[in-house]
């Protein structure tokens, strides 16, 4: 695998109280929190190894929770790290935040240098394609490889749609976990166990007795409009790149995966198979070993 000097023994941040470490995880993972220059506190999921970093990125309106059986099924020896974006899941949103996705990208800076990371791959999903494409282009040294599952960029006006209904609604609460669920978007393909796992981790009690997700409505609202803009002419990624999608996605399709490729002529193209847009609760064993054959082939040699 792609190693270098270990550091075993860091644990950057603190621990707070919070949803806790369960399985798929073993206690070699921790949850930590750490305020950024940014303003923001962000929360993440870190385990310590040997080897070139590997920082994992979440959708819009999950938390980064939905990496936990892809991060199990890897089990990398590399530092990993998977963080909240500002005002979701246990990630805080300061008063005045904005939302783009620029500021997601700033606080993602922040946080890989206030870890001293020189050299790291990046690994995303949905929304986290987008930003470690984003990245990958702000940070042509630091970032050596990308992996993005079903990037968005110019996102259709339909889904964007109907993103807006399914928040509006969500918004009002939920009384019991099974409503929860019946209204969780792309769950189809899900195995018992995920979806326990999911309602564990993205859920929480409010003062109203009802349940809500863990999320900052204005702020994913704001971020999935971002998200709808075309500006591919932004990105410029030179790295290696892989780019996949899942099999039956109704969010971004074939033809906006042909897009990226074009836009990254060096990226290879892969299909998920049995995933809609949940690319890591869809089908997290299919994710793993694209990361995993992804990561080893191009990362084998790098040194920082």
């Given at each position: 695998?792609?190693?270098?000097?270990?550091?075993?023994?860091?644990?950057?941040?603190?621990?707070?109280?919070?949803?806790?470490?369960?399985?798929?995880?073993?206690?070699?993972?921790?949850?930590?929190?750490?305020?950024?220059?940014?303003?923001?506190?962000?929360?993440?999921?870190?385990?310590?190894?040997?080897?070139?970093?590997?920082?994992?990125?979440?959708?819009?309106?999950?938390?980064?929770r939905i990496f936990d059986f892809v991060l199990a099924r890897?089990?990398?020896?590399?530092?990993?790290?998977?963080?909240?974006?500002?005002?979701?899941?246990?990630?805080?949103?300061?008063?005045?935040?904005?939302?783009?996705?620029?500021?997601?990208?700033?606080?993602?800076?922040?946080?890989?240098?206030?870890?001293?990371?020189?050299?790291?791959?990046?690994?995303?999903?949905?929304?986290?394609?987008?930003?470690?494409?984003?990245?990958?282009?702000?940070?042509?040294?630091?970032?050596?490889?990308?992996?993005?599952?079903?990037?968005?960029?110019?996102?259709?006006?339909?889904?964007?749609?109907?993103?807006?209904?399914?928040?509006?609604?969500?918004?009002?609460?939920?009384?019991?976990?099974?409503?929860?669920?019946?209204?969780t978007p792309f769950r189809e393909a899900w195995s018992e166990?995920?979806?326990?796992?999911?309602?564990?981790?993205?859920?929480?009690?409010?003062?109203?007795?009802?349940?809500?997700?863990?999320?900052?409505?204005?702020?994913?609202?704001?971020?999935?409009?971002?998200?709808?803009?075309?500006?591919w002419g932004d990105i410029a990624v030179a790295q290696p790149?892989?780019?996949?999608?899942?099999?039956?996605?109704?969010?971004?399709?074939?033809?906006?995966?042909?897009?990226?490729?074009?836009?990254?002529?060096?990226?290879?193209?892969?299909?998920?198979?049995?995933?809609?847009?949940?690319?890591?609760?869809?089908?997290?064993?299919?994710?793993?070993?694209?990361?995993?054959?992804?990561?080893?082939?191009?990362?084998?040699?790098?040194?920082?």
């Amino acid at each position: 695998m792609f190693k270098t000097a270990a550091h075993a023994a860091f644990l950057p941040g603190e621990a707070f109280e919070g949803v806790g470490l369960r399985p798929p995880l073993d206690p070699s993972y921790a949850m930590r929190r750490m305020r950024l220059p940014t303003g923001v506190t962000m929360a993440f999921t870190w385990r310590p190894g040997s080897g070139l970093p590997v920082l994992f990125l979440t959708a819009n309106r999950t938390t980064r929770r939905i990496f936990d059986f892809v991060l199990a099924r890897l089990d990398l020896p590399n530092p990993v790290l998977a963080p909240d974006y500002r005002g979701l899941g246990e990630s805080d949103a300061p008063e005045g935040s904005l939302f783009r996705l620029e500021e997601h990208r700033e606080d993602l800076v922040a946080l890989t240098r206030a870890l001293g990371w020189k050299r790291f791959a990046v690994v995303g999903q949905a929304t986290g394609g987008t930003l470690a494409l984003m990245l990958a282009t702000r940070l042509s040294e630091g970032v050596v490889a990308v992996a993005a599952g079903d990037p968005a960029i110019g996102l259709r006006d339909d889904v964007f749609a109907l993103f807006l209904d399914q928040v509006e609604r969500h918004d009002r609460g939920f009384a019991t976990r099974a409503e929860a669920l019946a209204e969780t978007p792309f769950r189809e393909a899900w195995s018992e166990t995920v979806a326990e796992h999911w309602l564990d981790t993205a859920l929480m009690a409010c003062p109203d007795g009802r349940l809500r997700w863990r999320y900052d409505v204005a702020g994913i609202t704001e971020t999935q409009r971002a998200l709808t803009a075309g500006f591919w002419g932004d990105i410029a990624v030179a790295q290696p790149t892989l780019l996949f999608g899942g099999e039956h996605c109704t969010v971004i399709g074939e033809a906006a995966m042909r897009r990226a490729q074009a836009a990254i002529p060096q990226a290879r193209l892969e299909v998920l198979a049995g995933a809609n847009h949940r690319l890591t609760q869809d089908n997290p064993a299919g994710f793993a070993a694209l990361v995993r054959d992804f990561l080893a082939k191009e990362c084998a040699t790098v040194a920082f």
